[in-house]
């Protein structure tokens, strides 16, 4: 094991004597990774192959999935990230990722906050069944880099007819990044996509709060990750989806 990364990758490097002449050989369940706690020792065990000319691969792993907006806002807090080790990219080249959304809704930018800090530049955008694709690139200087992190953007039009209540789904994929003298895989590519889901209310009042189940103990602050809550009363956990402020009100 060379390499533990709590977002998502764990490295291993296989000794060349391990393997047989054979370029295709499957070596199963070669490596077997277990979550675990002191209450649960095998918490979603699972096993894995490896096959020593497969080209390397990129992941999204998803931080932020979900988000609550008003008619007539932005997203602000959905966010994923490419999980990976550092890497020398190809100075001069582009590293591009793909973005898909509902025809109705407004891309308004794809913000990357770890490698570039800056807006992605729109390359395309198609519309195909009611789905807008957006690509968008970024300037590679050729630099020793780790990977990025991606903060979707995108705005309900006050005008828009969708209905209170309603979701849609905002999706990443096809991330290229060039890596420098890397054969045979110098375009890395990601092999999954991150799916993000948008809330909309309207209203004269869009507070959203969601009241979590009373409980005799709260052992665990955070009901879901990345959750923020306004109030905590005892036991009772409870929660503004929105971003907007909490309006003053009493609980019996």
């Known amino acids: 094991?060379?390499?533990?990364?709590?977002?998502g990758e764990i490295s291993f490097s296989i000794d060349s004597a391990y393997l047989n002449q054979d370029p295709n050989q499957i070596l199963t369940n070669l490596i077997q990774v277990s979550l675990s706690t002191d209450a649960t020792p095998t918490v979603d065990a699972r096993s894995f192959n490896a096959k020593s000319t497969e080209e390397f691969r990129y992941n999204f792993w998803t931080d932020q999935s979900t988000e609550t907006i008003n008619k007539g806002d932005t997203t602000i807090s959905l966010m994923a990230s490419i999980t990976g080790g550092k890497s020398l990219t190809e100075a001069g080249s582009k590293t591009t990722v793909e973005i898909e959304y509902p025809s109705d809704i407004e891309l308004v930018s794809l913000e990357e906050t770890q490698l570039y800090h800056r807006n992605g530049t729109v390359v395309s955008t198609?519309?195909?069944?009611?789905?807008?694709t957006t690509k968008l690139e970024w300037d590679e200087p050729g630099s020793y880099s780790g990977t990025p992190v991606f903060k979707p953007h995108v705005k309900v039009p006050a005008s828009s007819t969708r209905a209170s209540g309603s979701t849609f789904n905002i999706v990443l994929r096809n991330?290229?990044?060039?890596?420098?003298?890397?054969?045979?895989?110098?375009d890395r590519?990601?092999?999954?996509?991150?799916?993000?889901?948008?809330?909309?209310?309207?209203g004269v009042d869009p507070e959203q709060v969601t009241s979590h189940a009373l409980t005799d103990t709260a052992v665990n602050w955070a009901y879901?990750?990345?959750?923020?809550?306004?109030?905590?009363?005892?036991?009772?956990?409870?929660?503004?989806?929105?971003?907007?402020?909490t309006n003053q009100r009493q609980l019996k």
């Open 1 to 7: 094991m060379t390499n533990v990364a709590s977002a």
């Open 126 to 132: 198609t519309e195909s069944g009611g789905i807008k």
């Open 175 to 186: 991330f290229k990044k060039t890596i420098w003298d890397d054969t045979p895989n110098v």
């Open 189 to 202: 590519t990601s092999s999954n996509v991150s799916t993000m889901i948008v809330k909309m209310i309207d």
């Open 224 to 245: 879901q990750k990345y959750d923020t809550y306004n109030v905590r009363l005892g036991s009772m956990l409870i929660k503004n989806e929105l971003t907007t402020p």
